[in-house]
């Protein structure tokens, strides 16, 4: 008997010890770091206490800027995203569109490609001078519209949050198809024989039953906003300044000058904003039960 109860941990072992080895041994390691002012110009490590935290939280500081252009950036990304591919996969599950599957393939299709490749094509295309956006805008008489979407100050940090939608909300159109299609139709059978609009049959109907599926949405956005790093990178690089500057790429500068102790700081406090914010969503999913 005992034999059998510790049978499945053959198994689960080697990935457990992994996991420990490196993931989180090094995470612990890198909290620990972030109390000392280790850096690649001496050999010595002293330990600090909170001073690396009382830098990054000063009311002038930068990396204030980098935190809250993170937060926007998740707010605004989670929020686009989810809206547009419940929008889409709302449409794209009605009887009246024809060719369904070829219009989600295409929605789809920049999904598959890597975000550091989206970031340096939208970087060509939205060069104020040579860039395809700019000059198909003037060539069509609205040269007016142009912009220097990547270097004003004014439209940057919208236009990076706009290509960040366009490359990921086919992923969450496709999540929400998959949760749409598994609701029952005689529900909304019923709702049409008692007069229910389409409205009505949305908010009574397919938010409730959606509601897991629309969590699981904001897990993954929200865990990829405060993560950002190779959109922002390859489309402005944190730039212009540091308008569009978010923690990782604070993490990176930090690193690459060999402030090691600060890189691990952002790091330290980047684990603790996305494990506080997914414990907050994993536990609102406590209450799944709906009534229809």
């Known amino acids: 008997m005992n034999r059998k109860k510790i049978y499945p941990w053959y198994y689960a072992a080697g990935a457990a010890i992994l996991f420990f080895l490196l ?21 010595e490590i002293h330990f600090v206490g909170l001073a690396n935290y009382k830098t990054v939280f000063h009311g002038n500081s930068e990396y204030m800027k980098y935190i809250v252009n993170t937060l926007w950036f998740t707010v605004a990304t989670t929020v686009l995203k989810t809206v547009v591919g419940l929008a889409l996969g709302l449409l794209l599950t009605q009887t009246f569109i024809k060719g369904k599957n070829l219009h989600r393939m295409i929605i789809f299709s920049p999904q598959v490609m890597s975000y550091l490749v989206v970031g340096l094509v939208f970087r060509s295309m939205l060069h104020p001078t ?16 142009a912009k220097n979407w990547l270097t004003d100050l004014k439209f940057v940090f919208p236009t990076v949050i706009l290509v960040d939608t366009w490359k990921g909300m086919g992923y969450i159109m496709v999540i929400v198809i998959a949760g749409l299609l598994s609701v029952a139709p005689e529900y909304y059978e019923a709702a049409s024989i008692d007069g229910a609009s389409f409205f009505k049959k949305f908010t009574c109907i397919t ?13 993954l956005n929200v865990t990829y906003g405060l993560r950002v790093f190779d959109m922002i990178y390859s489309l402005t690089n944190g730039g212009p300044g540091n308008a569009t500057g978010v923690i990782n790429t604070a993490v990176y500068k930090e690193f690459s000058k060999g402030n090691l102790a600060m890189g691990t700081t952002l790091s330290s406090i980047l684990f603790l904003v996305v494990l506080s914010l997914l414990y907050f969503i994993i536990w609102s999913m406590e209450n799944k039960e709906v009534e229809v």
């Open 130 to 145: 040579t860039g395809f956006i700019n000059n198909f805008l003037r060539g069509i008489g609205l040269g007016g519209l």
């Open 23 to 43: 993931c989180f041994l090094p995470g612990v390691l890198g909290i620990a770091y972030s109390f000392t002012d280790w850096n690649n110009f001496s050999n």
């Open 207 to 219: 938010l409730p039953l959606l509601k897991p599926v629309l969590v699981n949405v904001t897990v």
